[in-house]
């Protein structure tokens, strides 16, 4: 698999080899699992065809067939030309009604999550990292901080998958990948409330700093409390 200049890991979580069994399905849902996360933003373009079947290990029929599926159900618009290619659309479908959630996937899925990124945050906090590496994660949560209400989730999103990467155990950040792509397309049920959103930063803060201070109780349960907090508001939300 060839790597692009710049990747971190969460391109690599939804830009990795596919299971051959379900081939088709699984490249659908690792496309979804790169615009739920924002790997690739509303109007951007996804990478070539010819990438995205050796990056998932599929023939390039099996990339198209998952494009056409995406592209009938408005995830995805084709372009010809020049500047062509395969782009996420924007706006993207409407939001997940609540009614249509299982309310044991949701426990399903937020019990997973709050198994995974305490121990990420803890397991980072344990780590000596580089200083290109502390660098990289400060400059995630500033980028979160700082952002519009636009691409507040999606820079939440790598803020999280950042988190998991700092952690230096490769195989969990795929799995918060999905865990969050998931969580993602239930945040897309509701508004983004500013007031929720300062409290989020406030939070992240306590997570980044407690990990580069090296304290992993205290990068633990501040992820905790993050964690209780979005919870809170889906289960509002969606219930």
């Not at 060839?2 to 379900?22: F, K, L």
């Amino acid at each position: 698999m060839s790597v692009e200049p710049g990747w971190d890991e969460a391109h690599r979580a939804v830009y990795r080899p596919v299971r051959r069994s379900n081939a088709l399905e699984d490249t659908v849902s690792r496309l979804v699992q790169t615009i739920r996360i924002g790997v690739v933003a509303p109007g951007e373009a996804l990478p070539p065809e010819r990438g995205l079947a050796e990056m998932y290990g599929v023939s390039r029929d099996t990339v198209r067939e998952a494009i056409r599926e995406l592209s009938d159900t408005g995830f995805l618009v084709r372009r010809r030309g020049r500047y062509g290619g395969t782009f996420v659309a924007d706006p993207l479908p409407r939001p997940t009604d609540p009614a249509e959630i299982d309310p044991a996937e949701i426990d399903d899925v937020l019990g997973m999550r709050r198994v995974l990124e305490p121990g990420a945050a803890r397991a980072a906090a344990l780590r000596t990292m580089t200083a290109e590496e502390r660098d990289s994660l400060w400059q995630r949560y500033t980028a979160t901080s700082s952002a519009s209400l636009q691409d507040y989730r999606r820079l939440d999103s790598l803020l999280h998958l950042a988190i998991a990467e700092a952690a230096g155990i490769p195989s969990l950040v795929p799995l918060i990948a999905d865990s969050r792509a998931r969580v993602n397309a239930w945040l897309d049920a509701f508004p983004l409330l500013p007031r929720t959103i300062e409290h989020s930063e406030e939070q992240h803060e306590r997570i980044i700093t407690a990990i580069l201070a090296g304290r992993p109780d205290a990068a633990d349960a501040a992820m905790r409390d993050h964690l209780a907090a979005s919870e809170a508001l889906m289960r509002g939300f969606l219930s």
